[in-house]
């Protein structure tokens, strides 16, 4: 037995640049193959603010932002079989995907050749209409594009590892961080500090290059062994030639060859990070070395749960600061100001 659509109060941007406001939307009634999910909480990731601010380019609005989601299953259609009602559920970047390209059957479906993946916010489904995202009270997702979060998680520190958790993750295993490795994470915000944590988990020696040492405390508790500050010229010098991979979560633009210059031969720089404007880069820096210039998004839906299947096994989610929905602007600015330790988190049932 379906339902018909739910009206659901959400918080959106209603224009480009615009202070986000409480509101309310539509959801699709529970069809065969969906389940409605009760959203407990949502993180605010660095990419909610530059397409709520248009920084990536042209975008739909209202926009209800929000990938970063875990809940609860409150509803599931005839056809579902992987999960039930009660059940602890997350839902990141994206809701669908044309499942019928290779990037899709081999479980790569962020890199979708069929049209693209359809983003959780943002984008429109296959029937035309824009989606919304986590910042609301309830989600209908397709089963195949909802994770399971693990009993040892907590939903609030779990909710940023749909984003955060599995954009680290995804790359450091691609290339294969582990013991004997050298891995040095740029940026140390909501990214960087998932990037650490799950680097030290994998076994890698890793390093933090961040602008200042403010947050070294923390990243040598999160499990960083060593931690510099790139506004030091020193560091860049005593550094050169060190690293197997190198992981840069920020999304300011970066001397890409100072960086390149701390890779050993055959290193991967690989960005996760996304600067709105294009950066400088003098190929000789990759030549020599034969160093690899990369760049990876999110993760498939296998591996997202792979990855919260560790997480939870090492006994850790992300580090956050838990806020009421009226917050949501403030938390913005604070985000763009480098003033949180690591993600905010709305408690969506303040919406």
């Not at 030290?200 to 890793?206: M, N, Q, S, W, Y």
């Not at 070395?289 to 090492?314: P, Y």
Request: with cysteine; proline share 4%.
């Amino acid at each position: 037995m379906t339902t018909g659509t739910t009206t659901v109060a959400a918080y959106a941007a209603p224009a480009a640049k615009a202070p986000l406001e409480r509101t309310t939307i539509e959801r699709r009634a529970v069809g065969e193959f969906d389940v409605l999910i009760d959203i407990k909480f949502a993180g605010i990731c660095h990419s909610d603010i530059h397409q709520a601010r248009e920084g990536w380019g042209e975008a739909i609005f209202p926009m209800v932002p929000g990938h970063e989601i875990a809940g609860v299953v409150s509803e599931v259609g005839p056809g579902v079989t992987k999960f039930a009602v009660g059940d602890r559920v997350g839902v990141g970047c994206m809701v669908d995907s044309c499942r019928e390209c290779d990037n899709c059957k081999a479980g790569l479906e962020q890199y979708c050749t069929g049209g693209g993946m359809t983003g959780t916010y943002n984008a429109l489904d296959k029937n035309g209409e824009p989606t919304y995202g986590g910042y609301s009270q309830k989600i209908v997702v397709d089963e195949n594009y909802v994770v399971r979060i693990p009993d040892g998680l907590a939903l609030d520190v779990a909710a940023p590892l749909l984003c955060a958790g599995i954009t680290t993750y995804s790359p450091l295993k691609h290339w294969n961080a582990g013991p004997g490795k050298k891995v040095a994470i740029v940026g140390m915000g909501g990214l960087g500090h998932m990037g650490v944590k799950i680097a030290h988990a994998l076994g890698a020696e890793v390093t933090v290059l961040s602008q200042s040492l403010r947050k070294k405390d923390d990243g040598l508790k999160l499990g960083a062994d060593h931690y510099y500050a790139t506004s030091d010229p020193e560091t860049f010098t005593k550094l050169a030639g060190t690293f197997d991979l190198i992981l840069s979560t920020v999304s300011a633009p970066l001397s890409l060859d100072a960086y390149l210059s701390l890779l050993k031969t055959d290193g991967a720089f690989v960005n996760v990070g996304a600067p709105e404007e294009p950066v400088a880069l003098n190929l000789f820096s990759v030549i020599g070395g034969r160093k690899t210039l990369a760049g990876s998004g999110i993760g498939g839906i296998q591996e997202t749960q792979e990855m919260l299947d560790f997480c939870a096994e090492h006994g850790f989610g992300a580090e956050i600061e838990l806020i009421g929905a009226t917050e949501i602007n403030e938390a913005y600015e604070r985000v763009l100001g480098s003033d949180v330790r690591y993600r905010f988190v709305i408690d969506t049932a303040t919406i």
